[in-house]
């Protein structure tokens, strides 16, 4: 994996509430990782969102072991990731803090009984959407995530825009929406951030979603560190 710019990163997350990294994954492994989601012995379970009232379209999650790309992302981006997030913990008072080896927290949660791995491959036809949601999945919770596009804007698809919205005190929600290219990724709270104000820091609520595909077939792999109960 490349290097990374982790202060802008961390930067941009601090001050939008997510950050864009540019063509993280390239082409031919997003139409790699895209084909795997018609290899049902890849995932573990398959959800068809209509039916539980998440949206229109559907995801699976995969099964151990993950593709090599996969797991290898979950691994690399985990220690830095675990720094911005033990110093959010800090700016929102939260006692919680996470091991800078990502196989020290999966022990965690595995100790738990949040032993399903939660990365996963999305699909969405023309008119499909995702309600904006948290991915938590259990006690614990690991405070950032990752998403990946693996279809082409304009030419797989159009509509389908990742969108963020934050909820801060006393204010109306702010909604982010996000573009991304083939193979770029975004960074983003899985539920909250610390936002500095007039009174100090306070916790921000945080969901995400996906709008209404207008046209074609968009696929997004999406990466969770914490694993599910």
């Not at 939260?94 to 949660?109: K, N, V, Y």
Request: proline share 6%.
């Amino acid at each position: 994996m490349r290097a990374l710019d982790w202060r802008q990163i961390e930067d941009d997350l601090n001050q939008y509430g997510c950050a864009v990294v540019p063509g993280l994954l390239d082409a031919d492994a997003c139409v790699a990782l895209a084909a795997q989601y018609e290899d049902a012995s890849r995932f573990r379970s398959k959800v068809v969102m209509q039916r539980h009232g998440f949206g229109q379209g559907e995801y699976q999650y995969f099964a151990h072991p993950l593709p090599e790309v996969v797991a290898a992302l979950r691994t690399g981006l985990y220690s830095p990731l675990a720094a911005i997030a033990n110093r959010w913990h800090a700016a929102m008072g939260i006692e919680t803090r996470f091991p800078s080896s990502h196989a020290d927290f999966l022990a965690r949660c595995h100790a738990a009984g949040q032993t399903r791995p939660t990365p996963l491959l999305l699909r969405y036809r023309e008119g499909d959407y995702n309600c904006l949601h948290q991915d938590l999945y259990g006690e614990h919770v690991f405070p950032l995530q990752l998403a990946v596009l693996l279809s082409r804007p304009q030419e797989d698809f159009t509509g389908g825009e990742f969108v963020l919205t934050e909820q801060r005190p006393r204010m109306q929600s702010r909604a982010e929406v996000v573009p991304l290219a083939q193979g770029d990724a975004v960074l983003f709270p899985v539920a909250q951030r610390p936002v500095i104000g007039t009174r100090g820091t306070y916790r921000v609520n945080m969901r995400h979603g996906v709008s209404r595909l207008r046209s074609g077939l968009r696929h997004t792999l999406g990466i969770i560190f914490h694993d599910a109960s």
